[in-house]
């Protein structure tokens, strides 16, 4: 393949991986974002993070009915209706930005979502930056 | 694994005027309920890796209730007043504490006591129930020597009434036993005060500088018809409901004792549904007599609590309403029966005035009554202590709960008002303040009379529903163990994750205290940059954010005690004209960008 893409990881600090100290992946092509809330997030940050050279983000927000802010996670995924059309009109793939809704306090399937998340990004391609 | 830390950001705040969650409001003694059930809503859900866990949430709140371990199994008077109540069924907050006093319990009994310096004055306690109990605990962690006399064999007072198969007694002695032990306070037994030899002017002589007095309600209320005694209360077979259960908690009464006799309980209230279930375990045949009709929302209603009436009727026990006794029939010194007239009324206008109607008049059988309708503090001592006032009453100050009659005397508990556990504990609080001002003359009353405005429920699309409490079958039930099943540790976590943590934060800073997050900045408005369109408004799940107008236009304003720092405002803000100040996100956001410019992306 040859190429491997870079992937920004958004994470809800009270749903994922809170009973771990999270290093963060080992791999220099993940980042990983622990946030307060998935709801926190605004376009403005993912746009940012494609304009820096993301080719794809993943937000791992909780599980529906769940979230310690109410529906932070129900925020995140209404953004994420919007994002995905600026996206598009812009010729960018809806599929490089996903969001996971579960719980995981030991963080044990973060590694398997990012793995997956990266396969369909190779599949993709890198993001042409100019179309941002 | 996380770890609680006791940093100074991570303390609850406490102020003159606050907002707190409606249970933490409800609570007596303002235990901080939304700190723990988030607390334990974050533990891991493999028991061996929590129960460390578990011991620090338990380290806390015996902090501040040293008796939490028994409210676990009493109390839930939080749950009346829990926001989840109309959406879903309030969060079982007494399982939750249950469930961490089982962890804690085994600690507690081999926990190191507390290193505290006494170095201030000598104060007395007479009374060793909740109220003395929770004053002594308290005095003893500011400084004061503290000693507790109590009329009987042993502590607790009336929580030895409590039944068995409600709280086991593991639980009340290891908590009474390490409240002394923790914090070193003296015991003194048999020893009361107000008869023989013990008075206050004598403890006054023995040096200690203030007094509280906690003794309880030790006489139980007589029956009465109209304005007489009911006779026939000397007749064998007649007993008290509280003595009753003094006698039960120290093994006087063996096993079966009942079997085959006809028990009648008159009452209505949570104490005459102990003294029935109990007198049912112990093989009677028992049927309650209440003067209080069936219907609790009326005025007339039963004062018992529904799950208490639940589990009478599962245990076969006949709930008879609406009935007073008229007459008590003996027969060669032995109680037969009982006259029970209807109740037509209960309460008038001024107040307990029943009313009956003697056409129709009910003669029930029996060989064993037992009375429980209610109970009295011994008058005779206090008044010869001085601590009535002219028309009988006790002359004590409700804010500082001082004598008015003598001023290093204070008086709480049941005593001064007969109420839940928690608000003899309350009170007990409330006398350490007081004496601690009045040893070191200060004013007694400034500051005492704090404001809390409670949370409202907030916005949300989805509730959950509360779980089922397990109670042991009927046809099981008739011992001492306990009835209702806790939680596991995974339903103790589900449950905790339904709070929907609806206080503010500066009552919980449970996050900051495990690191989850650094600090709780509220939102702040530029307001060259806010029009006005209120977004925000709708945005924020705790109705925090209020527009007002100003010489500019309309704006944006954020109540920062309101505030939970989720950024949710922020983010839906159009212009950018909300930040939460030196927010993480933002840092991390950099650094993420940093990265991602040096990273090679494409691998040869």
């Known amino acids: 393949m040859g190429y491997e893409p870079k992937l920004v990881c958004f994470s809800c600090k009270f749903g994922w991986g809170y009973l771990r100290d999270l290093d963060g992946p080992k791999e220099a ?50 953004m994420l209706y919007l994002l995905e059309e600026v996206l598009w009109a812009h010729g960018i793939q809806k599929e490089r930005v996903r969001i996971a809704f579960s719980l995981d306090p030991e963080g044990r399937g973060i590694p398997d979502r990012i793995v997956q998340m990266k396969n369909s990004l190779a599949a993709l391609g890198p993001l042409d930056r100019a179309l941002l | ?10 303390a609850v705040e406490r102020a003159v005027k606050q907002y707190l969650p409606p249970c933490q409001e409800q609570c007596p003694i303002n235990e901080d309920i939304q700190r723990t059930n988030v607390l334990i809503s974050l533990l891991p859900d493999d028991p061996e890796t929590a129960a460390p866990a578990i011991l620090q949430i338990g380290d806390y709140l015996y902090d501040k209730n040293p008796f939490f371990s028994v409210c676990g199994y009493v109390c839930g008077l939080c749950e009346l007043e829990c926001n989840y109540h109309a959406k879903g069924g309030a969060i ?30 000598n104060v007395a306690i007479v009374g060793g129930g909740p109220a003395g109990l929770m004053a002594g605990f308290d005095l003893s962690r500011r400084g004061y020597r503290v000693t507790i006399f109590e009329a009987s064999d042993r502590l607790g007072g009336a929580l030895w009434l409590i039944p068995r198969y409600r709280l086991p007694e593991r639980v009340l002695t290891s908590t009474l036993e390490g409240m002394v032990r923790m914090v070193g306070m003296d015991v003194r037994l048999n020893t009361r005060i107000g008869q023989g030899k013990w008075t206050l002017e004598k403890l006054r002589n023995e040096g200690f500088k203030a007094i509280f007095i906690a003794q309880g309600t030790p006489t139980p209320r007589t029956l009465t018809f109209g304005r007489n005694q009911v006779e026939g209360q000397d007749l064998s077979g007649v007993m008290y409901g509280q003595t009753f259960l003094y006698e039960v908690s120290h093994g006087n009464i063996r096993p079966n004792y009942f079997t085959g006799k006809k028990v009648l309980v008159i009452g209505g209230g949570n104490v005459a549904f102990d003294v029935a279930r109990t007198a049912r375990r112990l093989g009677g045949e028992t049927s309650i007599v209440a003067l209080e009709c069936e219907d609790k929302a009326s005025r007339d209603g ?14 076969g026990i006949r709930i008879i309403y609406s009935r007073g006794v008229e007459k008590i029939i003996g027969e060669s010194e032995r109680m037969k029966g009982l006259v029970c007239p209807r109740c037509v009324r209960v309460y008038d206008e001024k107040g307990f005035n029943p009313a009956f109607d003697p056409a129709d008049t009910l003669v029930l059988d029996g060989d064993v009554l037992i009375v429980t309708v209610g109970q009295g503090p011994d008058w005779t001592a206090l008044q010869e202590e001085g601590l009535v006032d002219g028309h009988g009453r006790l002359a004590v100050d409700p804010v500082t709960l001082q004598s008015r009659n003598r001023k290093p005397v204070f008086v709480g508990g049941d005593l001064r008002k007969i109420g839940f556990m ?9 006398a350490a303040e007081s004496i601690e001002r009045y040893l070191q003359d200060r004013d007694m009353t400034e500051g005492r009379k704090r404001v809390f405005e ?6 949300r699309r989805h509730y959950l529903t509360e779980p089922e409490v397990v109670w042991i079958p009927p046809e ?13 540790l995974t339903e103790a976590i589900e449950e905790a994750r339904r709070c929907l943590a609806c206080g503010p934060c500066i009552s919980c800073k449970a996050c900051v205290s495990i690191g989850l997050r650094d600090s709780l900045n509220p939102a702040e408005v530029l307001t060259d940059r806010c029009c006005g369109c209120g977004i925000c408004v709708s945005a924020c799940f705790y109705s925090a954010i209020q527009l007002k107008d100003v010489d500019m236009g309309r704006i944006s304003l954020t109540d920062a005690f309101k505030c939970k720092s989720c950024g949710m405002c922020v983010s839906s803000c159009p212009s950018g004209a909300r930040t939460l100040g030196e927010d993480a996100l933002e840092a991390a956001l950099m650094t993420a960008a940093a990265g991602l410019q040096n990273s090679p992306g494409a691998v040869p």
Request: proline share 3%; with cysteine; hydrophobic share 40%.
């Open chain 2, 422 to 430: 928690v608000e003899a504990m309350q009170d007990g609080l409330v």
């Open chain 2, 92 to 121: 079982k907050r007494r399982l939750l504490k249950r469930f961490i006093s089982d962890t804690y319990i085994p600690h507690l009994e081999t926990r190191e006591e507390w290193s505290l310096i006494k170095h201030k004055e």
């Open chain 2, 302 to 315: 039963i004062p018992a609590d529904v799950e208490e009436i639940r589990g009478a009727w599962e245990e």
């Open chain 2, 1 to 10: 694994m996380w770890n609680t830390v006791s940093k100074g950001t991570a």
């Open chain 2, 476 to 488: 099981k039930r008739m011992h001492f163990q306990l009835f209702e099943r806790g939680f596991t």
């Open chain 2, 454 to 459: 409670v949370q409202d429920i907030p916005m």
């Open chain 1, 29 to 78: 092509s993940v980042f990983l974002i622990p946030v307060e809330c998935s709801g926190k997030l605004d376009a403005i940050h993912l746009l940012k993070v494609f304009k820096e050279g993301a080719d794809g983000v993943l937000i791992l927000a909780c599980e529906e009915g769940h979230c310690h802010f109410q529906e932070g996670n129900f925020r995140a995924l209404k």
